[in-house]
């Protein structure tokens, strides 16, 4: 069986199983903890993981608050920036194509009297500047914007550095959900001034599940850039993410992110030529019937997205379970039709067509070559 759903989620990599297992057994102190070689081991080692993610990221280390993953840091910035900056304003701004971890916490801020609204996407799901731009010079300017930065169904990449900019020239803090790019699309936020807030996630790239980022910027002038903090108690991670950390996970995202870092160009080369050819091998097993709902352009590399006409995803995609893992779009929202593919102006029937196919730098091309030419 290959698997071809590396958008879902990704296999540990030996390298970061490796490093996490010593913080499992022998090194189970508690990094808040103090004095004692435990404690302090504990301690080194979060530290240096911390280093080890900013480095990917291009922030400094003081800037990365562990969370339980990218659900929890959209949510934490989310509230926290809504709660903590409602007497500026009540008005957030995100897309219709977003994560439903931004979208859902934008509906319960609703319930709570804030205003957001969903700028519309082109065919791609890339959001419309001008409509931003707008929003940012009228009388109800807004508190936040959160624009993902790659689609988790389609894979196009949203022109982050102008939204950025026109967020930083306005004044207007800019979040974005980059847990689809992180180790794909060259990330650098010390040269990307506007973005003020990022979540990721380690089990995209080859770490472990239950682990990732919310990256809160110092403000221009070298400030703590504060917001309301989601979970309240013994105030670790500077006050901002309350609970005993994650050792173990957070060490092994590090060594994810140190590899991600350190194979960036040959992870995107080989991407890049396991996308071709695996298209190549659909366009003529299925050119009758195949469509692509993705861009061929500022695109993640290494996600799919097809239409076979006529078709149905989940009985195709149950069909060939057994030598093949793909997804018919994104996992957190299976059970529900996409609110990605409505926004891009696809119908039912071209929803219940689509598959995604999301590649690993681990995919072996013989592996697509003889799998995919025996479905
Ligand atoms: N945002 C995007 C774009 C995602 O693809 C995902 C995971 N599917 C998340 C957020 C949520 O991440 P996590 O699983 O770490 O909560």
Redesign the pocket.
Known sequence: MIYLDN???TKVAPEVLEAMLPYLQEEYGNPSSKYYTLAENAKKAVENARLQVAQLIGCEPDEIVFT???????NMILKGVADFYSNKGKHIVTSKV?????IETCKFLETKGFKVTYLDVDQYARVNINQLQQILTSDDKPILVSI?W???EIGSLNDIDTIASLCNEYNVFFHT????IIGKVRVNLNQTPGIQFL??????LHGP??I?VCVIRKHKLGFKTKITPLFHGGGQEKEYRSGTLAVHNIVGFGVAAKIALANFEDNVKKLTELEKLTQSILVSKFSDIIEFNHDDTNKIPGLISIRLTGVNNELFIRKVADKLALSTG???SSTKPSHVLSAIGKDLNDVRNTIRITLSPDTEKYEIESVLKKI
């Open positions: 958008s879902a989620t339980s993953g990218a659900t929890e840091s959209n977003e994560h439903p971890s931004v993902i790659g689609n988790n959900d980059a847990t689809q979540s990721c996630s380690a089990h995209k599940k239950g990732g994104s996992a957190c």
